[in-house]
């Protein structure tokens, strides 16, 4: 094997980029990166106060995840049962047209029967009506991210 030496004067500069390709986009990490202003907290903790939870979830005393009134829900690490039930609700249309009040009812039947199939009762439902439900910056940083559920404790005991 042999390495040929190329003179460095036979070498051709390559041509420098005509756009520089982060310029862009730099405004935009700048803004993301910095602190919001004084009204942005505001807005951000008067909406948390505006949206209350429809049905929490727990598994023994943690909670596992909150369907909200308005439709979204927040879920710990092992979500998949539930995201997976609504995932599959919204490409198969059955939720299609549903709006407000009729599509939360609607995702929180979707979920207790997905729970049900796959925990049997394993996992407590709480449903509220809007007078007694905790809101969203109550709740939100309850969520048991890590928290197992039952399943995962019964094949821990299996399994050990």
Do not use: C
């Amino acid at each position: 094997m042999s390495i040929q030496s190329i003179p460095v004067s036979s070498l051709i500069a390559l041509d420098m980029p005509q756009k520089k390709l982060f310029d862009s986009n730099i405004k935009e990490i700048k803004n993301t990166l910095e602190d919001p202003s004084e009204s942005q907290r505001q807005q951000a903790l008067e909406q948390q106060a505006q949206t209350k939870a429809h049905t929490v979830y727990r598994s023994g005393n943690n909670i596992i995840g909150v369907l909200w009134s308005d439709g979204s829900t927040s879920f710990g690490s092992n979500s998949s049962t539930a995201r997976e039930a609504i995932n599959s609700a919204y490409n198969s249309n059955e939720l299609q047209n549903l709006k407000g009040e009729a599509l939360t009812e609607k995702l929180a039947q979707i979920i207790d029967n997905a729970f049900s199939r796959k925990y049997g009762s394993g996992i407590d439902v709480q449903t509220y009506t809007s007078n007694d439900a905790p809101n969203r910056g109550y709740i939100s940083h309850q969520v048991d991210w890590m928290q197992d559920y039952p399943l995962s404790k019964r094949l821990s005991s299996i399994y050990a």
